[in-house]
């Protein structure tokens, strides 16, 4: 099956540093989705992407669709502390299927 | 953006007893809705995809006798966990995927703490 690789798998920065992590697979998606979970609670969506190039921002995050459409990254502007937790990305083709990284745990320090 | 609710959010049950998780779109309607089951510290791992009015697909693996999914309306999936046992004891999650002029997103619900004692 498709598999994503995100990384880094971990990120312990300070606060105001700006944070990027990305997400590459051997395989085409037609949608890139990026998630931010917390502790105990579900994904909850952050930028969704689909066309190829595509850059998209929502506030202090800038997310952007490869132009080869297999790699996808996010980056955070000036974090802050509830910037904290697992960011995620996924991906999905025209069938519907989704696939997610493993997740980027991100601790941001005062 | 939209909303999913899924409940209960914790669930305590003893061995060989059944639980039942809801998912429900409250501002759309969702043909397509999905369950996941997540361990501490992994990433999602996609049991099955609950498609309205017809069977649930269940990834490989993922035992159907076991895991009972129902899609009846266009707003509400159930997950069944039957004669649960403590290797059940998980993370459990549900999305639905809304389409909009062509776009589809998935949107995820809370997540139920199954612990099968």
């Known amino acids: 099956g498709q598999q994503l690789n995100q990384s880094p798998q971990s990120m312990f920065i300070q606060e105001g540093e700006d944070v990027s992590m990305n997400c590459t697979s051997s395989?085409?998606?037609?949608?890139w989705l990026w998630y931010k979970q917390d502790p105990g609670e579900g994904p909850v969506l952050l930028i969704a992407?689909?066309?190829?190039?595509e850059l998209t921002s929502n506030g202090r995050l800038t997310a952007q669709f490869g132009i080869t459409r297999k790699d996808s990254f996010l980056n955070i502007s000036a974090s802050i502390p509830s910037d904290v937790g697992i960011y995620f990305c996924a991906g999905r083709t025209n069938a519907g299927k989704s696939t997610f990284g493993d997740g980027t745990t991100l601790t941001v320090k005062p | 953006g939209a909303v999913v609710s899924q409940h209960p959010s914790w669930v305590i049950c003893k061995s060989g007893t059944s639980v039942k998780i809801e998912c429900r779109s409250l501002?759309?309607?969702?043909?397509?809705m999905f369950w996941y089951r997540q361990f501490p510290k992994q990433s999602l791992m996609l049991m099955a995809t609950s498609n309205e009015g017809s069977k649930a697909t269940y990834e490989q693996g993922v035992e159907k006798d076991k895991f009972l999914i129902n899609h009846a309306s266009l707003t509400l999936s159930t997950l069944t966990v039957t004669s649960a046992h403590p290797e059940d004891s998980s993370f459990y999650i549900c999305s639905a995927q809304r389409e909009t002029g062509g776009n589809e997103k998935l949107f995820f619900g809370s997540g139920t703490q199954l612990s099968v004692l």
């Open positions: 501002d759309f309607q969702a043909t397509t």
């Open positions: 395989s085409i998606f037609n949608t």
């Open positions: 992407l689909y066309k190829a190039g």
